[in-house]
């Protein structure tokens, strides 16, 4: 059942999200903070998408697949940053029921498959150093595609499960939740029923689908250093290095993030420390994520000059 078509016993029609109204001092700080990152996000996201997009030089499956990341943090912040600084600026907090459940969806579905995506990117990374002569005929466009597309449907067996399983829930008590926006552990807290089995579900999906990548990224991590070292030219090994870094440097931010949320003590402390690492994950990560990809890439550095000297040429 979900949630517009609920039973009489779910009654709660909105949910108020108190997010970060016990820092009453920090809200219009952190309203200008959060706003400064949603603009950088959307900005930044949306310019990496555009340049993979328009330049055949792009059209590589590395880039393939940080088009699709630059998307999904795109999707990441218009779930979430919104509603957060309406709230952060207005006295009646609220999301409705229907709003919520929307929220989570969304917010499961990008989160299933950065996950699943990121792997897919360590994978591509493994075959270009260490099967280099190999990788056009292993990282072609259908390959590349099925990749993707199957990160991307791992939400419907897993995301769309843990909603349905979550909204099937009653909820006739309290309507209030410490966070700034849906997720999964504080809105289960809502239910006036035993939610002890969900929680540990909760979690074992983490272990399985946030741990589970992660030790593959890291064995695929530790095949690819074996591979450089052994590398004669220290150009050619600075050059490996160079391109697995920003890969590496977004992994251990969302990775670290997530994983410290949903597999962490159930006590006051972990509650006030989740909020913390859950804007890391949902508002910091997707606004660094262009940086990162960006500042050492001289690949996306002269797509863009090109692009802007198109530009140029064109209003001229």
Same mark, same amino acid.
């Given at each position: !059942?979900?949630?517009?078509?609920?039973?009489?016993?779910?009654?709660?029609?909105?949910?108020?999200?108190?997010?970060?109204?016990?820092?009453?001092?920090?809200?219009?700080?952190?309203?200008?903070?959060?706003?400064?990152?949603?603009?950088?996000? =959307?900005?930044?996201?949306? =310019?990496?998408?555009?340049?993979? @997009?328009?330049?055949?030089?792009?059209?590589?499956?590395?880039?393939?697949?940080?088009?699709?990341?630059?998307?999904?943090?795109?999707?990441?912040?218009?779930?979430?940053?919104?509603? !957060?600084?309406?709230?952060?600026?207005?006295?009646?907090?609220?999301?409705?029921?229907?709003?919520?459940?929307?929220?989570?969806?969304?917010?499961?579905?990008?989160?299933?498959?950065?996950?699943?995506?990121?792997?897919?990117?360590?994978?591509?990374?493994?075959?270009?150093?260490?099967?280099?002569?190999?990788? %056009?005929?292993?990282?072609?466009?259908?390959?590349?595609?099925?990749?993707?597309?199957?990160?991307?449907?791992?939400?419907?067996?897993?995301?769309?499960?843990?909603?349905?399983?979550?909204?099937?829930? %009653?909820?006739?008590?309290?309507?209030?939740?410490?966070?700034?926006?849906?997720?999964?552990?504080?809105?289960?807290?809502?239910?006036?029923?035993?939610?002890?089995?969900?929680?540990?579900?909760?979690?074992?999906?983490?272990?399985?689908?946030?741990?589970?990548?992660?030790?593959?990224?890291?064995?695929?991590?530790?095949?690819?250093?074996?591979?450089?070292?052994?590398?004669?030219?220290?150009?050619?090994?600075?050059?490996? @290095?160079?391109?697995?870094?920003?890969?590496?440097?977004?992994?251990?931010?969302?990775?670290?993030?997530?994983?410290?949320?949903?597999?962490? %003590?159930?006590?006051?402390?972990?509650?006030?420390?989740?909020?913390?690492?859950?804007?890391?994950?949902?508002?910091?990560?997707?606004?660094?994520?262009?940086?990162?990809?960006?500042?050492?890439?001289?690949?996306?550095?002269?797509?863009?000059?090109?692009?802007?000297?198109?530009?140029?040429?064109?209003?001229?």
């Amino acid at each position: !059942m979900i949630p517009w078509k609920r039973d009489n016993q779910s009654c709660l029609t909105e949910i108020v999200l108190l997010g970060f109204s016990d820092f009453k001092t920090m809200q219009e700080l952190l309203f200008c903070l959060v706003l400064m990152f949603y603009f950088m996000a =959307l900005m930044g996201n949306s =310019l990496i998408s555009i340049l993979v @997009f328009l330049n055949p030089t792009l059209h590589t499956p590395m880039y393939f697949f940080l088009w699709n990341l630059s998307f999904l943090e795109t999707g990441y912040t218009l779930t979430i940053s919104p509603k !957060m600084l309406v709230n952060l600026l207005s006295e009646k907090q609220t999301i409705s029921f229907w709003g919520c459940g929307c929220q989570m969806c969304f917010f499961l579905l990008f989160s299933v498959t950065e996950c699943c995506l990121l792997c897919a990117m360590a994978y591509d990374r493994y075959v270009a150093i260490c099967r280099p002569l190999q990788y %056009p005929y292993i990282m072609n466009y259908r390959e590349c595609a099925k990749l993707a597309a199957t990160s991307w449907a791992f939400w419907i067996l897993v995301g769309l499960g843990q909603f349905i399983t979550i909204f099937t829930l %009653p909820y006739c008590g309290s309507n209030r939740i410490l966070h700034f926006f849906c997720d999964i552990m504080p809105v289960l807290r809502l239910a006036s029923t035993n939610t002890y089995q969900n929680e540990v579900a909760t979690v074992t999906i983490t272990v399985v689908f946030a741990l589970v990548p992660l030790l593959l990224i890291f064995f695929s991590y530790i095949l690819i250093i074996s591979s450089i070292l052994r590398m004669p030219v220290a150009k050619n090994r600075s050059k490996a @290095f160079s391109t697995c870094s920003s890969h590496l440097t977004v992994v251990f931010l969302y990775y670290g993030s997530i994983t410290a949320t949903y597999i962490c %003590p159930n006590s006051e402390y972990s509650v006030d420390n989740n909020r913390i690492l859950s804007l890391l994950y949902t508002v910091v990560t997707p606004t660094l994520n262009p940086i990162i990809y960006s500042l050492r890439n001289k690949e996306i550095k002269a797509a863009f000059k090109k692009s802007v000297a198109r530009i140029w040429i064109f209003f001229r």
